[in-house]
């Protein structure tokens, strides 16, 4: 065995740390999108705001039952 033991591990424990992280941001972010749409806010706005196109907002939007 190469280099030190439980280098691997922790890399893998790194490694889900920072997805679990990415999901509960891409929640706040769906969350939000969410919030500024029922606040009357327009997709094109929410979009350019957000990096995101037009249809992704409102596929999002389509999701959640929100139009």
């Known amino acids: 065995m ?3 033991k439980g280098v691997l591990e922790q890399a893998v424990a790194e490694l ?4 679990a992280a990415v999901i509960e941001a891409r929640r706040k972010v769906t969350a939000a ?3 500024q749409r029922r606040a009357g806010m327009p997709v094109p706005e929410i979009a350019e705001r957000t990096g995101k196109t037009p249809i992704d907002i ?3 939007l389509n999701v959640a039952g929100v139009s």
Do not use: D, L
């Open 2 to 4: 190469t280099g030190e």
């Open 58 to 60: 409102q596929n999002v």
């Open 33 to 35: 999108i969410i919030s």
């Open 16 to 19: 889900r740390t920072a997805e």
